[in-house]
C-alpha cells in the first residue's frame, strides 16, 4: 500500500489525516479489510508527528472506519457488510423472490456502472480492468470453477470502481457482497452448466472491449445482456438440478422395487 497517503500540506492536525483517509474509504482506494502501514511509515508518508497520526486513528476507529487488532495492526473496517444486516441477509437467502429481484436490480445497475466506466474509465483504470480479464482467461483455461467465479466477482467491482461515482460503488459492493458470501446458492451450478463458462467469459471481453473503445451505449447493454444470460442460465441449472433429483429418487425406488 505505497503512494496512495501524501503529505499534509497545511496545518498537519489529526483532522488533515483523518480526512485524507475517509476520502480513500470513500472512494474505493481503500477497501475492507485493507491494512494501513505501520504508524512509524504512515506518519512519514503524511510528515505528521505520531502523536498526531495515533490521534487520527483513534477517532477513525471510534467512527467505526478502522479496527485495530492487538499486534496485528489497523485495518479498514468492515463499513460495506452493514449495508445488509444479517437478519436481511437470511430474509433475503430463503426467499425465492429475493434472487430474481437481486438479478433484476443487478441488470439495471450493472448497465449505468458500465455506461459510466465507458465515459469516465482512465488509462489507469482501463489497466486494471485489462490485468483482470487476463486472469478470467488463465482461470478459464485452468478450468477452476471456483477461481473463475472470484475473477468474475473482481471484474464487475472493478467496472464500478470505473464508473467514478460514489454512491454506485459502494451500492455495488454491497450488492456483490450477497454474491461472493454466497447468498444465492447458483453462483458456481451456473458455471457448471454446458457451454456457460465460455459464454460468460467472452460477455466479460464484450463489457471490458466496449469501456475500453468509450462506447457507453454499447458497455451498458453488454452489461445488461450479461445480467439478462445469468438469471436464464441460473434458472436454467436450477430446473437441471431438481431434473438430476428426481431421475436420482425414480432409479432408487425401481431398484428397490426390483429388489423386493
Given at each position: 500500500m505505497t503512494d496512495i497517503f501524501s503529505r499534509i500540506e497545511h496545518s498537519r492536525t489529526a483532522d488533515e489525516v483523518v480526512q485524507q483517509i475517509e476520502i480513500l474509504i470513500l472512494e474505493g482506494v481503500l477497501r475492507t479489510g485493507d491494512r494501513l502501514p505501520g504508524e512509524r511509515e504512515l506518519a512519514k508518508q503524511f510528515e505528521v508527528s505520531r502523536p498526531i497520526l495515533r490521534d487520527a486513528l483513534k477517532l477513525l476507529e471510534a467512527r467505526g472506519l478502522l479496527v485495530t487488532r492487538h499486534g496485528g495492526g489497523t485495518y479498514v473496517a468492515d463499513v460495506i457488510g452493514q449495508v445488509f444486516s444479517k437478519p436481511v441477509i437470511e430474509l433475503i437467502s430463503s426467499h425465492r423472490k429475493a434472487a430474481a429481484d437481486y438479478l433484476e436490480y443487478r441488470r439495471e445497475i450493472e448497465g449505468v456502472a458500465a455506461e459510466y466506466a465507458a465515459r469516465r474509465a482512465t488509462a489507469d483504470d482501463l489497466a486494471l480492468l485489462g490485468a483482470i480479464i487476463a486472469r478470467m482467461d488463465e482461470a478459464h483455461r485452468s478450468g477452476d470453477f471456483v477461481d473463475e467465479a472470484e475473477v468474475d466477482v473482481e471484474f464487475h467491482h472493478a467496472v464500478g470502481e470505473c464508473a467514478h461515482n460514489i454512491i454506485l460503488l459502494?451500492?455495488?459492493?454491497?450488492?456483490?457482497?450477497?454474491?461472493?458470501?454466497?447468498?444465492?446458492?447458483?453462483?458456481?451450478?451456473?458455471?457448471?452448466?454446458?457451454?456457460?463458462?465460455?459464454?460468460?467469459?467472452?460477455?466479460?471481453?464484450?463489457?471490458?472491449?466496449?469501456?475500453?473503445?468509450?462506447?457507453?451505449?454499447?458497455?451498458?447493454?453488454?452489461?445488461?445482456?450479461?445480467?439478462?444470460?445469468?438469471?436464464?442460465?441460473?434458472?436454467?441449472?436450477?430446473?437441471?438440478?431438481?431434473?438430476?433429483?428426481?431421475?436420482?429418487?425414480?432409479?432408487?425406488?425401481?431398484?428397490?422395487?426390483?429388489?423386493?
Open positions: 459502494h451500492t455495488l459492493r454491497s450488492c456483490y457482497r450477497l454474491l461472493s458470501e454466497d447468498v444465492f446458492q447458483n453462483r458456481l451450478t451456473v458455471f457448471a452448466l454446458p457451454g456457460a463458462r465460455e459464454k460468460l467469459l467472452a460477455q466479460h471481453h464484450d463489457i471490458y472491449d466496449a469501456i475500453r473503445a468509450g462506447d457507453p451505449a454499447a458497455a451498458r447493454k453488454a452489461a445488461m445482456d450479461h445480467i439478462t444470460y445469468v438469471e436464464r442460465a441460473a434458472n436454467e441449472a436450477e430446473r437441471h438440478g431438481d431434473w438430476q433429483r428426481v431421475s436420482r429418487l425414480r432409479l432408487r425406488q425401481r431398484s428397490d422395487g426390483n429388489d423386493s
